[in-house]
T-cell receptor
């Protein structure tokens, strides 16, 4: 069975600084990987996903993530954050070809951007 | 398109009371699901449906019932509420139930407190 680890429960950062949110996963098969964002008092919204092909995936709002198979990681990055990026970010993994019932979410990382 | 809508936004129940959380989507999605979100635990799948008349259990189904009489609606019933069911509940939907590579669209959530 898959599992997802988001080691950082909270990441404080100043506006315009770069940020990396870490995600590691474990699975015995090929996977799909996702990052979702949850703004305060809202539902989750898909930021980006890795299905296959290029290991560098670009998403909305200037975020990108890199799939590293050897390190089983899918870290999320942004070169310059804004106050509006303050939110909770969830990494998720699913076995390739599996249905949504196999999608496993991490525990989330709260990004706090201050001026 | 309203997307995925959930009612109510907030609810307080006493132990032993019953209630139904409503979820509707207007995107003609086949797949619908219910998650609960608890601090430090990410999202956990309660029940899901791959089409009208078809439902199945997720990771944490105990204490919850669902039905799917139409494509649009997927209500979640708490038969006898317990304090352990205090949580934020999210409904989600997706076009194709067969593969998790599709995006899931989430509702805004229902914050439930059981006293």
């Amino acid at each position: 069975a898959q599992s997802v680890t988001q080691l950082d429960s909270q990441v404080p950062v100043f506006e315009e600084a770069p940020v990396e949110l870490r995600c590691n996963y474990s699975s015995s098969v090929s996977v799909y990987l996702f990052w979702y964002v949850q703004y305060p008092n809202q539902g989750l919204q898909l930021l980006l996903k890795y299905l296959s092909g290029s290991t560098l995936v670009k998403g909305i709002n200037g975020f990108e993530a890199e799939f590293n198979k050897s390190q089983t990681s899918f870290h999320l990055r942004k070169p310059s954050v804004h106050i509006s990026d303050t939110a909770e970010y969830f990494c998720a993994v699913s076995d390739r070809g599996a249905g949504f019932q196999k999608l496993v979410f991490g525990t989330g990382t709260r990004l706090l951007v201050s001026p | 398109n309203a997307g995925v809508t959930q009612t109510p936004k907030f609810q307080v129940l006493k132990t032993g009371q019953s209630m139904t959380l409503q979820c509707a989507q207007d995107m003609n999605h086949e797949y619908m699901s219910w998650y609960r979100q608890d601090p430090g635990m990410g999202l956990r799948l309660i029940h899901y449906s791959v089409g009208a008349g078809i439902t199945d259990q997720g990771e944490v189904p105990n204490g919850y019932n669902v039905s799917r009489s139409t494509t649009e609606d997927f209500p979640l019933r708490l038969l006898s509420a317990a304090p352990s069911q205090t949580s934020v509940y999210f409904c989600a939907s997706s076009r194709d139930p067969q593969s998790s590579y599709n995006e899931q669209f989430f509702g805004p959530g229902t914050r439930l407190t059981v006293l």
